[in-house]
Nanobody, 120 residues
Framework: QVQLVESGGGLVQAGGSLRLSCTAS????????MSWYRQPPGKQRELVAT???????NVADSVKGRFTISKNTAKNTVTLQMNSLKPEDTAVYYC??????????????WGQGTQVTVSS
């Protein structure tokens, strides 16, 4: 199992920056992938960015060039750096970890979420 704790959300003006952190309860070295999702008010949860165990990263087109995902395996943390924030980035942001057992069974774990509000 993996417990995830997010931090770093808050209120920021449009054009500003925020950094979200997600700390895992165990080593992230063998976690298949770690991602940030977000859920805007009244909308479905959507994938924002992913970092995989092989070091590859991917970000959604809507945030490309503005958001960066990175990880620190020594501290078991994944960070989402968000720049040039827009009001439409307002959402609850969730950290996700996807693991795969030796038998090929996938499991997903979620943090409690952190609110990001961007004012215009």
């Amino acid at each position: 199992q993996v417990q995830l704790v997010e931090s770093g959300g808050g209120l920021v003006q449009a054009g500003g920056s925020l950094r979200l952190s997600c700390t895992a309860s165990r080593s992230i070295l063998r976690i298949k992938s770690m991602s940030w999702y977000r859920q805007p008010p009244g909308k479905q949860r959507e994938l924002v960015a992913t970092t995989a165990s092989d070091g590859s990263t991917n970000v959604a087109d809507s945030v490309k060039g503005r958001f960066t995902i990175s990880k620190n395996t020594a501290k078991n943390t994944v960070t989402l750096q968000m720049n040039s924030l827009k009001p439409e980035d307002t959402a609850v942001y969730y950290c996700n970890a996807e693991t795969m057992s030796t038998t090929g069974f996938f499991s997903n774990y979620w943090g409690q979420g952190t609110q990001v509000t961007v004012s215009s």
